[in-house]
Structure formats: structure tokens, C-alpha cells
């Protein structure tokens, strides 16, 4: 997720070095001219920027979309340099199998790009999958490590298969290897006629 950030060549983080110390300087400029009040609300944790129908996409190396992040408005705080979103959407991209979504009411994500904390309701599925490989994982409040494509929560959770659903307390995402980790209070509960037995975690889920 939002790998783009990294993945550009040396010359263009060279014209955006040279805009963002320009920036830098305007912004330093208009504060030190600004009067005292004004200073002060610069200091609040109020949005310089704000976009709405945002939407961005991380392409691979071989030039394919890896992920798209949208949402219904962008709002980037100063004080702070994070970034807040409202009703994110995440598509996670896979070359063989249907992609993954990733859904929440809130999203925030820090100023290293890394950390990204989805508040509120969550729900993380794959609806363009055949029915067997269908999963949809509705929780709240999941903490995304971006790089890693790991994520987790303490909040319950549950996860609804073709012909499961699994309730559990804390939840571990390892979205490289399509795995789950339940963390407690696991219960399941499966239609008699197919013969399967409960499990903790989702081994054959597609790989993102």
C-alpha cells in the first residue's frame, strides 16, 4: 500500500526536494510576517489541504497497479504531517487471484507513510472471488503496517466464509501469505453437510 512514495527515480526526488524546501521557505516567510493569532492557529491541528473523491495508485515495477486508495475526502494536517481519510477504500491488486478491499469509516495515516489506522467499522473481503474463496472479516479499529501488508487489532471480530463464521477476540493479518491469526475466544460454526472442522485462520485465502 502507498508504495508509490518510494518506488520513483532519483531525479524526480530531486525536483520534489528542491519544491519542498521552497515550500518550506514561503511557509517560514508568511509565518514570521503573520501576526501573533495567526501564528498560533498555524500550531493547531487544522488541515492545510483537503480533497475530495481522492483517489491515488501504487504501480509496480512491471508499470501493473499494485494498490488504489480511495475516499470520499483527504484532509493533510501540518502540525503533524498526517493524513486523515473519510470512507477509504483500499483495493489490493494480485496478478493470478481476484483483489482484496479494505474498507473503513476513518482512515489516518502518518507522517512516515508506514502506519495507517483504520477506525471505526472495518471490513476487509474479496467479493470478485469464486464462492469457496470468498472471505469477508468485519472488525474496528485495525492498526495497517503499509510496508509490511500486516495488520492487526485487539477489537472482536468476525469472519464469514461460503460456508463458515468464525467469531474470535483480537485478530493478527499477514496479508503477504493471505493468513489470519485469531487471538482469543475463537468459536466457529459450519454447515453440517460439508464435513469441515473449525479453523483459526484462512490458509488457502488468496495472496495479495
Not at 514570521?32 to 500550531?43: E, K, L, N, T
Request: charged share 25%; hydrophobic share 40%.
Amino acid at each position: 500500500m502507498l508504495g508509490w512514495f518510494k518506488r520513483q527515480g532519483w531525479g524526480v526526488l530531486g525536483w520534489l526536494a528542491a519544491l519542498g524546501l521552497l515550500a518550506l521557505l514561503t511557509q517560514w516567510l508568511l509565518y514570521i510576517s503573520a501576526p501573533p493569532d495567526d501564528r498560533r492557529a498555524a500550531r493547531r491541528h487544522v488541515p492545510d489541504t483537503t480533497m475530495d473523491d481522492f483517489v491515488a495508485t501504487g504501480m509496480g515495477v512491471d508499470g501493473r497497479p499494485e494498490h488504489r486508495l480511495r475516499a470520499q475526502r483527504m484532509l493533510h494536517y501540518p502540525d503533524d504531517g498526517s493524513t486523515e481519510f473519510i470512507q477509504p477504500l483500499l483495493t489490493v491488486f494480485q496478478e493470478n487471484a481476484p483483489p482484496w478491499q479494505v474498507r473503513a469509516e476513518r482512515g489516518l495515516l502518518a507522517k512516515d507513510r508506514d502506519s495507517v489506522w483504520l477506525q471505526d467499522a472495518v471490513r476487509i473481503e474479496n467479493p470478485e472471488a469464486e464462492p469457496r474463496l470468498r472471505w469477508r472479516l468485519d472488525t474496528r479499529d485495525l492498526h495497517v503496517k503499509v510496508d509490511e501488508e500486516y495488520a492487526e487489532t485487539a477489537r472482536p471480530v468476525t469472519i464469514v466464509g461460503e460456508t463458515s463464521v468464525t467469531h474470535a477476540v483480537g485478530m493478527k493479518v499477514f496479508l503477504k501469505e493471505g493468513r489470519v491469526q485469531l487471538l482469543a475466544k475463537v468459536k466457529g460454526t459450519y454447515e453440517v453437510n460439508t464435513g469441515q472442522k473449525p479453523k483459526n485462520s484462512l490458509p488457502n485465502a488468496p495472496q495479495p
